[in-house]
């Protein structure tokens, strides 16, 4: 008996969150990116709490671009069992850190889960950090900045999930 098997296709939606300010200070860096894995009908990112929310009603408005990634044959369940165990572990609210522990981090770890290790994000974006970091821009802000940063966009994306219509 020959089973079915679902593919679900895996999208990125990719945000600036500099809304092209960051480009325009430094022009090495394309921008201060937000990932958003869209997969199952639903966006999944992490912005200090894991968030699963309709697609286009995330608290980061329209998209930059969205990359196409793949397919996986990962169920719901078993992705929303490994999320769950993610956000027990590496994503916490007191482990977000804008440059070592973010969105980007969790979007490449949900990737490599749903594709088995054969697929990931795209450079630019994971390495924006080290990038940011060692361009004349991104090493004079210090790190408290970066923490008020970190702040600013968790504080945003709670109180906007707070505040929606169940």
Same mark, same amino acid.
């Given at each position: 008996?020959?089973?079915?098997?679902?593919?679900?296709?895996?999208?990125?939606?990719?945000?600036?969150?500099?809304?092209?300010?960051?480009?325009?200070?430094?022009?090495?860096?394309?921008?201060?990116?937000?990932?958003?894995?869209?997969?199952?009908?639903?966006?999944?990112?992490?912005?200090?709490?894991?968030?699963?929310?309709?697609?286009?009603?995330?608290?980061?408005?329209?998209? =930059?671009? @969205?990359?196409?990634? $793949?397919?996986?044959?990962?169920?719901?369940?078993?992705?929303? #069992? *490994?999320?769950?165990?993610?956000?027990?572990?590496?994503?916490?609210?007191?482990?977000?850190?804008?440059?070592?522990?973010?969105?980007?981090?969790?979007?490449?770890?949900?990737?490599?889960?749903?594709?088995?290790?054969?697929?990931?994000?795209?450079?630019?974006?994971?390495?924006?950090?080290?990038?940011? =970091?060692? @361009?004349?821009?991104? $090493?004079?802000?210090?790190?408290?900045?970066?923490?008020?940063? #970190? *702040?600013?966009?968790?504080?945003?994306?709670?109180?906007?999930?707070?505040?929606?219509?169940?």
């Amino acid at each position: 008996e020959e089973r079915n098997e679902i593919v679900s296709k895996i999208k990125v939606n990719v945000y600036d969150l500099s809304k092209g300010w960051l480009n325009k200070l430094n022009p090495q860096l394309e921008g201060l990116f937000h990932t958003g894995l869209v997969v199952y009908d639903k966006e999944f990112f992490y912005s200090g709490l894991i968030f699963g929310d309709p697609i286009g009603e995330t608290p980061y408005g329209t998209p =930059l671009q @969205t990359l196409n990634i $793949g397919e996986t044959k990962c169920d719901e369940e078993m992705f929303v #069992d *490994y999320v769950l165990l993610l956000g027990e572990e590496r994503y916490r609210r007191d482990n977000y850190n804008t440059l070592f522990n973010n969105c980007n981090h969790f979007t490449q770890d949900c990737i490599q889960f749903l594709t088995n290790n054969t697929c990931s994000l795209p450079d630019s974006i994971l390495k924006l950090p080290e990038k940011g =970091l060692s @361009t004349g821009i991104g $090493g004079m802000i210090p790190i408290s900045v970066w923490a008020y940063i #970190d *702040y600013q966009i968790t504080k945003q994306v709670v109180l906007k999930a707070s505040t929606k219509k169940t």
